[in-house]
């Protein structure tokens, strides 16, 4: 199998076909940080952490390394000044949720004001339970601003309560919404 | 009508029905559109089809129900030809006294026609109406030609000619290299060469390859592609026929919303006539090549007119945009290559084909070529679809063609690209209005919605308002759309009631930044535009709003009163009427006149407005005032 040659944060590596930045990056021990990634899943891109600078030819582009395939001879950069902004935005718009990255990044508070829920819509578990599991227990729900996580109203007839998706929630958001719709259930 | 099995039958037909026509017969035509089917011209013409048979002038004067002429606003509209004498706002009961005294006497009827509002002449002929005048309609031009209903219409003015002549006289490669070199910009939005996408899928590997027309038009207040689609749907069959052709495809699909149901009907009997007639399915004019359409009905949001939002949708799943770092040129629609345009992309292509990329090359800009239709609405004047070449100045389009802002007001800013979209002020207005020229103003051509606004608009209002419509029409999947415009909504509301604090402005510009590069489809890439553009064109109205809170144009209910200025007051009590709320009471109008003024009570007013509308123009005694000058003068 053919690898494809290309440079990340000033190093050579070698990626293998059909492979993402992100992976490539991983398996050469070059961080990248990540909300919506796990590599049992599709690449998703809804948080935008694992952005980073892209140069081919002389155009340099900003993507998100969970989805742009690895090509040959471009030049990544993984944390540079402007990534480093964006991902500052990112954790002051999902404050406070990204408390250990917000360590890292130097952020403290923010500046806005937060009103979201503790789900953070990465959609691991909607996308888990669909990829993996083939099932349909969990979906989304709404759009825009109103976008939600929800759980089918008969979950006893989809869900199979593996709590395979418990554990890949970061906010804890689906234990709740799980539980609640038993709860309800069993009433 | 027999199947046509090569190039000279379709020759053949097409001099057939032109034979029994004659074009110097007397033609009604009458207005079919959505816009005038709304007033009942269905209505209009059923008593015409009565009245020229009282006259027995049934077969010496043809009748046709055509496509939307554009000038919805002033509809019924009916056109006589081959003079073009235009009726406007026409009734059913008009139709005798039209018959009778045009048809019969050759008179006009002066009341139907169009009244120059400045010198209050009459204007007889279509082309001579400002709103007509100005434009160049080689689009929309058809729909007066054609019953959309009747692929013999179509067929008699030219009508697949171009695929004819694409299928026996040029190669796919042809085809192409003609829509390269006239340069054809995507009219969806972002203005991409037609010609290089059709490239890139022709040379992609894959097969099979698909070819879409997206006529998911989300834009408020925008219908271009559907009056082309309602009005002559062949010609964007005929287009997407020929983007099949070239690249290798043998399946299209039409991406329709669901909201458009004489768009979805017309399509459908143009597509089941051009089977009948062999001019799609199998073995096409004899020539071997093998091509259909599906008609895919979208649910209608905003968002799925994103490309590969339309392609999932089409798939069968959420229409949601995924990131698409390989094109959906290369790996498109179930990851084949597939190449989309939008409805009026499409309909431009058969005119190119058959008139040559030179034609084509010699109407518009250095890199915008070709006519781009407009929604033109808001505050001016005349409103519609509106055909302009490529390069004429936003100030033409707003005061020659819009014929100025209503009740002579004064003009403030134009939107144009839609929701997402950006403003742009009067000192703007002499800019071309073309592809790259908008982009450097701050906004965009979009699908062509523009959106004039006068003098007593707000601007952090407008920035407020299509926040809100792409806060809840986004699809909400990445977090830079989402939680950006959450909150810059917020914001946003914050200063329009006067919460607005030191630093917003910075923060919603730093917002818009990186929701720019940040978010994953072009919808959140753009959706800061009209909050950058009010930010560039208008910062003293946030400042105002922020520093003095104060609404300079007198909207932002939560910065304004309404107060009744007792030396204007002529004592009518109109205002009073109207008030829902009763806050406004009569006092007298000093201590030793008996003459009555109106007074508001502040505690009972909701600041509707209502009184500052109806005040007599004559008194006009009520006024807008800061809600802080207000307080110090209690
Ligand atoms: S519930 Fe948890 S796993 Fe599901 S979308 Fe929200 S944060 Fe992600
Ligand atoms: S940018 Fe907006 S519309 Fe596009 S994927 Fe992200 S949330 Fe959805
Ligand atoms: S409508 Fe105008 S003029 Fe008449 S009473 Fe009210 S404020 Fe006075
Ligand atoms: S990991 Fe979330 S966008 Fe890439």
């Given amino acids: 199998m053919s690898t494809i040659p290309l440079e990340i944060d000033g190093r050579q590596v070698a990626a293998e076909e059909g492979e993402t930045i992100l992976e490539a990056a991983q398996r050469n021990g070059i961080h990248i940080p990540t909300l919506c990634y796990n590599k049992q899943l599709k690449p998703y891109g809804e948080c935008r952490l694992c952005m980073v600078e892209v140069t081919k030819g002389n155009r340099t582009r900003i993507v998100a390394s969970c989805a742009y395939p690895a090509e040959e001879n471009i030049v990544v950069k993984t944390n540079t000044e402007k990534i480093a902004k964006i991902r ?38 909607v996308r888990y339970c669909s990829e993996v599991k083939k099932l349909n227990a969990v979906y989304f729900k709404g759009r825009g601003i109103n976008r939600e996580i929800a759980v089918v109203p008969d979950l006893a007839n989809e869900c199979i309560y593996c709590r395979d998706c418990f554990t890949l929630c970061s906010g804890g958001w689906i234990v709740d919404k799980c539980d609640n719709a038993y709860t309800s259930l069993s009433k | 009508m027999p199947k046509l099995n090569s190039y000279s039958d379709l020759r053949k037909l097409q001099e057939f029905i032109n034979a029994r026509r004659d074009p110097s017969r007397t033609c009604i035509t009458v207005c079919s559109g959505t816009g005038c089917l709304a007033y009942r011209s269905q209505d209009i013409y059923g008593a015409f089809e009565r009245e020229l048979e009282k006259h027995e002038l049934r077969h010496v004067v043809d009748l046709r129900k055509t496509g939307c002429y554009g000038f919805c606003e002033r509809g019924p509209i009916v056109v006589i030809l081959p003079e073009k004498i235009c009726y406007l706002g026409t009734k059913e009961k008009d139709v005798p006294e039209i018959v009778e005294q045009t048809l019969v006497k050759k008179k006009l009827v002066e009341r139907l026609l169009y009244k120059d509002p400045a010198t ?73 060469p037609a010609g290089r996408k059709w490239d890139t899928t022709k040379n992609a590997p894959e097969e099979p390859k698909y070819v879409i027309v997206n006529a998911d038009e989300g834009d408020p207040g925008a219908y271009m592609d559907r009056s082309l689609l309602e009005g002559n ?30 768009a979805v009907e017309n399509t459908e009997i143009a597509i089941r006539q051009a089977h009948e007639l062999g001019l799609l399915g199998e073995n096409i004019l004899g020539s071997g090549f093998d091509f259909d359409v599906t008609i895919h009905r979208g649910a209608g949001a905003f968002v799925s007119g994103e490309s590969s939002a339309l392609m999932t949708a089409i798939e069968g799943k959420v229409g949601e945009p995924r990131s698409k770092y390989i094109h959906t040129a290369v790996k498109g629609l179930w990851d084949k290559p597939t190449c989309l345009n939008n409805v009026e992309t499409w309909a431009n292509v058969p005119a ?169 489809c072009a919808l959140g890439k753009t959706a800061a535009n009209p909050v950058m553009s009010t930010i560039r064109h208008f910062r003293s109205e946030y400042e105002a709003h922020i520093r003095e809170k104060r609404c300079p144009a007198g909207v932002c209910k939560d910065l304004i009163s309404y107060a009744i200025d007792k030396n204007s007051c002529i004592g009518c009590g109109t205002c009073a009427k109207n008030c829902p709320t009763n806050a406004i009471y009569e006092i007298r109008a000093s201590a030793v006149s008996k003459d009555r003024v109106f007074a508001i009570d502040q505690e009972n007013c909701i600041k509707c407005g209502s009184c500052y509308t109806v005040c007599p123009d004559k008194a006009r005694a009520v006024i807008k005032t800061p809600v802080r000058s207000f307080a110090e003068r209690v």
């Fill in chain 2, 120 to 192: 209050g002449d009459r204007i007889a002929h279509m082309d001579d109406i400002p709103f007509y005048k100005h434009q160049h309609r080689t689009i929309l031009a058809s729909n007066a030609l054609v019953d959309p209903k009747k692929i013999e219409d179509y067929i008699a003015i030219g009508g697949y000619s171009a695929a004819a002549k694409a299928l026996f006289e040029m190669n796919p490669d042809s085809v192409v290299k003609e829509i390269r070199d006239a340069n054809l910009r995507g009219r969806g939005g972002g203005g991409f």
């Fill in chain 2, 352 to 520: 190119i084909i058959n008139r040559g990329a030179g034609w084509f090359r010699s109407i518009g800009t250095e890199n915008s070529k070709g006519t781009k239709i407009f929604s033109l609405v808001g505050k001016v004047n005349n409103t519609g679809l509106v055909e302009v070449p490529m390069g004429i100045t936003l100030r033409k389009i707003v005061f020659d063609i819009g014929g100025g802002i209503l009740k002579g007001k004064k003009f403030k800013a134009v939107q144009t690209g839609g929701p997402s979209g950006g403003v742009i002020p009067e000192s703007m207005l002499d800019i071309p209005v073309d592809f790259d020229e908008l982009d450097k103003a701050g906004s965009m051509m979009g699908s062509g919605g523009m959106i004039v606004m006068d003098e007593e608009t707000c601007m952090v209002d407008t920035a407020r308002y299509y926040t809100d419509f792409l806060a809840h029409e986004s699809c909400g999947k990445c977090v830079p759309c989402r939680e950006g415009l959450r909150q810059m909504l917020r914001i946003l509301n914050n200063i329009t009631t006067g919460n607005g604090r030191e630093g917003d402005i910075e923060l919603l510009e730093e917002l818009a930044e990186f929701m720019q590069v940040a978010a994953l």
């Fill in chain 1, 88 to 125: 500052k935005m990112i954790i002051e718009l999902l404050w406070p949720s990204l408390s250990a990255l917000a360590k890292d990044y130097g952020v403290t508070e923010s500046r806005f004001h937060s009103d979201h829920t503790d789900c953070n819509l990465c959609g691991m578990c």
């Fill in chain 2, 233 to 262: 749907p062949h010609s964007v069959l005929e287009g997407l026929f020929l983007g099949a052709y070239a690249i290798g495809s043998h399946e299209g699909f039409i991406y329709v919303r669901q909201e458009y149901p004489l």
